[in-house]
């Protein structure tokens, strides 16, 4: 990894992907024959029964860290963190997530970390998921769609990161077609140019199958 030991995933919103992309980066990580820690502050939606994110990200980085080292707090309902912990009647710690991906990176020699939705979504009713970006310190991994309505999205979260003073790594855009069409490609161009960030691409992935993944490289 050309950035420090670690890497944050970020969105321009819910499902669009961060899942996929940073089991990606743990899995081309792992593949170069690093030991690779992932960590997602909390998780939602388990209710919902399809494979959990810690579950896929544990798979392709080939960790074995425990359901509660990568994901402290779970929920079964699909709403933000905040609430989801609200209705568990509790509330998520800052410290508590500091401290547990402090002790994921620990055990590895790089860590992938993927956010909750985008980067103001509230994990706290006062600490936002760009907070926690701002404490862990790893630079931003921007995943976005490649289509219609992504240049917006993905600019205004470029400018809330360096708003912030974050640094952005790159902007993935997923699943990339396999024939992308012109407004594809010219949003690509125009994320680049207009957000001065390096745009890469994430072809559709076989999720069941790491070992065909590409390389994705930041
Ligand atoms: N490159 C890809 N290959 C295969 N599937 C993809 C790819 N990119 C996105 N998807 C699909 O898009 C959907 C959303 O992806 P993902 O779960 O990674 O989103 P997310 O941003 O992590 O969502 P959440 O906000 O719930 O954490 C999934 O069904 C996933 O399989
Ligand atoms: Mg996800």
């Not at 998780?43 to 980085?61: K, Q």
């Not at 985008?118 to 310190?137: H, Q």
């Not at 890469?200 to 069941?208: I, T």
């Amino acid at each position: 990894m050309a950035v420090a030991q670690g890497v944050f995933v970020t969105g321009t919103g819910t499902e669009v992907g961060k899942t996929v992309v940073a089991a990606a980066v743990a899995r081309t990580l792992a593949a170069e024959g690093h030991r690779v820690a992932v960590f997602k502050p909390a998780v939602t939606g388990l209710d919902e029964g399809v494979e959990t994110d810690h579950a896929l990200l544990r798979r392709a980085s080939g960790s074995s860290q425990s359901d509660e080292e990568i994901a402290p707090y779970r929920y079964g309902p699909p709403a933000s963190p905040h609430l989801a912990a609200e209705l568990a009647g509790e509330e998520i710690d800052p410290e508590r997530l500091r401290e547990r991906a402090r002790a994921a990176a620990g055990g590895a020699d790089a860590i992938v970390c993927e956010g909750v939705g985008g980067l103001l979504v509230p994990l706290a009713p006062s600490y936002l998921v760009r907070d926690l970006a701002a404490d862990l310190g790893y630079p931003l991994l921007v995943v976005a769609g490649p289509g219609l309505g992504t240049i917006n999205h993905t600019l205004l979260t470029l400018e809330s990161a360096r708003g912030a003073g974050l640094e952005v790594a790159a902007v993935a855009l997923t699943p990339w077609p396999e024939k992308p069409s012109e407004i594809e490609r010219s949003n690509r161009e125009t994320i680049a140019t207009l957000g001065g960030v390096e745009v890469l691409a994430l072809p559709h992935l076989d999720l069941g199958a790491p070992e065909s993944w590409p390389a994705l490289r930041i």
